[in-house]
């Protein structure tokens, strides 16, 4: 979605816009909306409050998403937060 003639960035990977399917715990859908009015220091990538920014703020966001989830998930595997780490610098 980053790439092409169009790209396309989210802007707003977080928690509250990741959600689960009811009837397929398996599946997890991201909300796509406007985050313009959503934008927060302290869950939105440093760069996406300058101009130019691209799909690096999302590269960020899950990066986030990962790190924050793994306080909370016992046996989250610590490759994975690795990964997270190193994109939510």
């Known amino acids: 979605m980053h790439g092409g003639v169009k790209p396309l960035f989210h802007r707003d990977i977080r928690g509250p816009n990741i959600v689960q399917h009811a009837d397929d715990p398996s599946r997890w859908f991201l909300i796509l909306g406007s985050a313009a009015i959503h934008l927060n220091q302290n869950y939105h990538a440093p760069s996406v409050f300058r101009d130019g920014h691209a799909g690096e703020v999302d590269v960020w966001a899950v990066g986030m998403v990962i790190v924050k989830a793994s306080r909370h998930l016992l ?13 939510a610098d």
């Open 75 to 87: 046996g989250f595997p610590s490759n994975i937060v690795a990964v997270g780490e190193k994109n």
